[in-house]
């Protein structure tokens, strides 16, 4: 029997308890924090559309239309669209990131490879492999300030 059974014993036996003997301290709390699991459907439409629409830009801007002189690397401006499109689909897909960023980075590899002239197609691959990436760490940066800010 615990502290708190006990005085609750003496006093409903009718006899007075002792000025020493107090009702246990309460359970200290622990704040739960329910992780989130499965696919979210709005993070995969998210990280598709930003890796669709970008990939659709740089196509236009750097394949479809005589560029003028290079001010932008069009393999780091392809790296990038695949970067945001992982990181946003990781942050709202913290559940499950890693599916999340591959299949966010889906169109934008399709549109690379299929339609893209100016980077040769290993990079198209080695910049898709960007979002998975990007994606976790989104995901994991997420649940690091949620905790931290459960924790104050």
């Known amino acids: 029997m615990d502290v708190h059974a006990l005085a609750v014993a003496a006093r409903t036996a009718g006899g007075e308890t002792s000025r020493y003997m107090t009702d246990a301290p309460p359970e200290p709390k622990i704040l739960k924090i329910d992780r989130p699991r499965g696919t979210r459907p709005l ?10 629409v970008g990939g659709m830009a740089l196509l236009i801007r750097y394949d479809l239309h005589a560029p003028p002189p290079q001010t932008l690397d069009p393999g780091a401006a392809w790296a990038f669209v695949q970067f945001l499109a992982g990181a946003w689909s990781g942050v709202l897909g913290v559940g499950n990131p890693l599916v999340h960023g591959l299949i966010a980075g889906i169109p934008a590899l399709v549109l690379g490879l299929l339609w893209g002239h ?3 197609a290993q990079f198209d691959v080695l910049a898709y492999l960007i979002s998975p990436a990007a994606a976790v760490i989104a995901a994991a940066v997420m649940r690091y300030s949620v905790r931290q800010a459960s924790s104050h």
């Open 43 to 52: 993070a995969m439409a998210v990280g598709t559309a930003i890796s669709a």
């Open 118 to 120: 100016t980077l040769p």
